[in-house]
C-alpha cells in the first residue's frame, strides 16, 4: 500500500428527508446567497421553489446564476465571479448535477482571487450543494472541471477551498432523470471506480475490496433502476456510491489511473459529447487496448467484479472476459454509446484529440499520442 493523505471536510445529509436540513444548513452563512443551477430541469420538478421558499425563511438575499450548461464554460464562471463580487456573496448554493457543482467551485474559489481562478486559490466562498444526478462525485470532491471551447480544453482544477461545506443528497430527487442522464452517471460512477481500483499495487488491501464491493452495488443498483426508476433503495445507492466513489476513500494507498478521464475529456471539448457517454466509449477500448500490461489487475476485476469462473483460463483469458461483461453492461443491458460514430465525432479529429490528451495519467502502461489514435480508431 502507498502512503497517502486522506481529508474530506464534507457534511453529508443523506435520505429521503435531507432537505430538511437546509434550513440548518443556511443558518451557519451570512445573508448574500447565490443560488446556481443548470437549464431549467430544477424548475420543471419544483425543487427550485422547495429552496427559494427556504432561503425566504432563512432571511436571505437570493441572487440567481441559472443556464450552467453540461461541460460549464469559463464564460459562466466569470459570469458568475462577477455577481459574487457585486453582490458580496456569502455562500452559493449550487442544485443540480456536476456541471452546476463544478461550475460553482471555480466561482467560489475565482470571487476572491487576484488572478484567474485556476491560478490562486487560497481562499474560498463557502458553497453548499443540492445533488439531483448521481455521476461525478463533484459534491464530495475538491476537483471543478471546466471547459474553454475556444482552446479545445477541459481541465481539472483542484483546491481544497472547493470541498462544498454541505451536500444534501436525498435520491428521490433524481426520479426525474430522464433514462439517457440516468445512465450517463451509472458510467461515469463505474469509470471512477474502475480509474481508482485497475491500478497498481496489486496486493489486497482494504482500498481495493472497498473499490469491489462499491462496483458490485453499482452494477446491482443500476440494473434495478433501469426496470424501475423509482425504486428508492436503488436510487439510493446509486446515489451514496457516486458520492463515495469520489470521497478520496478509494484513493487510498492507488497510484490511481486517469487516462480513459484524459481521453475523454477533448472529445468533451471539441464535440460537446456528454462525460458519461464519451466514457461508454473510451474506458473500455482503453482497458482492451491495455489488457496484456494489466492481466491480473484485470482478472481480478473480472473474477471479483463480473463473477468471472476462473477455471482452466489464463490471467490474460479472464481478463478478456472481465471486460467483455463491462461492455455487455454498457452497451446493451444500460444502452449507453459504444462508438465514436454514434457520438458525432468524425475519425478526422483524432490526430487533434490525441495531441489535447494528458499522456500522464496512465497507471499499467505508458501511452503515446500515436497509441491513443489507435485506440480512437478501434472504438469507431
Ligand atoms: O441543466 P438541467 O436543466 O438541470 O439538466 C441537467 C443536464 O441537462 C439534467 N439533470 C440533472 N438532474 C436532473 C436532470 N434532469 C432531470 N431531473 C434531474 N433530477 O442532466 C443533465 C446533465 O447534468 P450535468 O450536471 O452536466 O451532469 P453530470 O453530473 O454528469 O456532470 C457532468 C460534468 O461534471 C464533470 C464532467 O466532465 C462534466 O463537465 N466531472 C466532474 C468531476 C468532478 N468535479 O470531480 C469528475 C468527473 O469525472 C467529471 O469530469
Ligand atoms: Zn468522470
Not at 107 to 116: K, L, S
Not at 296 to 305: G, I, K, Q
Request: charged content about 25%; overall charge negative.
Amino acid at each position: 500500500m502507498n502512503d497517502f493523505m486522506y481529508y474530506n471536510p464534507v457534511r453529508v445529509h443523506f435520505g429521503a428527508d435531507a432537505m430538511s436540513h437546509l434550513p440548518e444548513e443556511l443558518g451557519k452563512f451570512g445573508a448574500n446567497v447565490l443560488l446556481t443551477y443548470g437549464g431549467g430541469s430544477i424548475k420543471r420538478t419544483g425543487l427550485y421553489e422547495r429552496v427559494l421558499d427556504a432561503l425566504r425563511a432563512a432571511g436571505k438575499s437570493v441572487y440567481e446564476l441559472s443556464g450552467i450548461m453540461p461541460n460549464p464554460r469559463t464564460e459562466k464562471v466569470y459570469e458568475g465571479i462577477e455577481l459574487c463580487r457585486k453582490h458580496k456573496i456569502d455562500l452559493i448554493l449550487a442544485v443540480g448535477g456536476g456541471s452546476t457543482i463544478d461550475c460553482s467551485k471555480a466561482i467560489a474559489v475565482g470571487a476572491p482571487a487576484e488572478g484567474d481562478f485556476w491560478e490562486s486559490a487560497e481562499t474560498g466562498i463557502p458553497l453548499g450543494v443540492i445533488l439531483t444526478i448521481p455521476a461525478t462525485g463533484s459534491e464530495l470532491d475538491k476537483s471543478a472541471v471546466i471547459t474553454n471551447f475556444a482552446t479545445g480544453e477541459k481541465n481539472c482544477y483542484d483546491s481544497e477551498w472547493e470541498f462544498p461545506r454541505f451536500a444534501i443528497l436525498d435520491p428521490t430527487l433524481t426520479y426525474s432523470l430522464p433514462k439517457n442522464q440516468m445512465v450517463n452517471g451509472i458510467v461515469d460512477t463505474m469509470s471512477h471506480l474502475m480509474e481508482l481500483y485497475i491500478s497498481p499495487p496489486d496486493d489486497d488491501f482494504l482500498t481495493d475490496n472497498l473499490a469491489e464491493a462499491a462496483m458490485r452495488t453499482e452494477i446491482a443498483a443500476a440494473r434495478r433502476s433501469i426496470v424501475e426508476p423509482t425504486d428508492y433503495e436503488a436510487r439510493a445507492n446509486l446515489m451514496w456510491t457516486s458520492s463515495f466513489a469520489l470521497c478520496g476513500m478509494l484513493n487510498n494507498g492507488k497510484k490511481t489511473d486517469w487516462e480513459s478521464h484524459c481521453i475523454e475529456h477533448p472529445l468533451s471539448a471539441l464535440f460537446d459529447v456528454a462525460h458519461g457517454a464519451g466514457l461508454a466509449v473510451v474506458h473500455p477500448a482503453y482497458l482492451e487496448y491495455i489488457c496484456e500490461s494489466a492481466a491480473p489487475r484485470l482478472a481480478r476485476f473480472a473474477r471479483n467484479v463480473w463473477g468471472i469462473d476462473p477455471a482452466g483460463k489464463s490471467e490474460s483469458e479472464q481478463a478478456k472476459e472481465g471486460i467483455a461483461a463491462l461492455k455487455k453492461f454498457f452497451h446493451e443491458e444500460l444502452g449507453a454509446p459504444a462508438t465514436l460514430r454514434a457520438l458525432g465525432v468524425p475519425e478526422s479529429c483524432f490526430a487533434r484529440v490525441a495531441e489535447l490528451t494528458d499522456l500522464s495519467c496512465y497507471s499499467y502502461r505508458q501511452l503515446t499520442a500515436d497509441d491513443v489514435i489507435e485506440i480512437l480508431r478501434r472504438c469507431y
